[in-house]
């Protein structure tokens, strides 16, 4: 079955503010960062800021972040 998509509202998305973990600061280059926008939520790879970036909305976003919470991708 497809998944019906809405699209969000990326106007501006040179200005937002990107934020990465206070976690990833040892000199990891394995890092993603997040920024907020009113109708959702932007992923990008922090070495490649200029590279694809994921749109999530608000309830895609709390369902992963509470799968993270709850151990769902631990390995």
């Known amino acids: 079955m497809r998944e019906r998509r809405r699209s969000m509202n990326t106007d501006g998305i040179g200005r937002v ?7 990833s600061q040892g000199g ?4 993603v960062e997040v920024a907020h926008l ?4 932007l992923v990008r790879n922090s070495k490649n800021p200029d590279g694809p970036i994921l749109a999530f909305t608000p ?4 369902a992963f972040l509470g799968g ?8």
Do not use: I, M
């Open 59 to 62: 309830s895609e976003w709390r």
């Open 17 to 23: 503010a990107w934020r990465k973990s206070t976690q």
């Open 38 to 41: 009113p109708d959702g939520v």
């Open 28 to 31: 990891s280059s394995n890092c």
């Open 68 to 75: 993270a919470k709850d151990g769902e991708f631990d390995l």
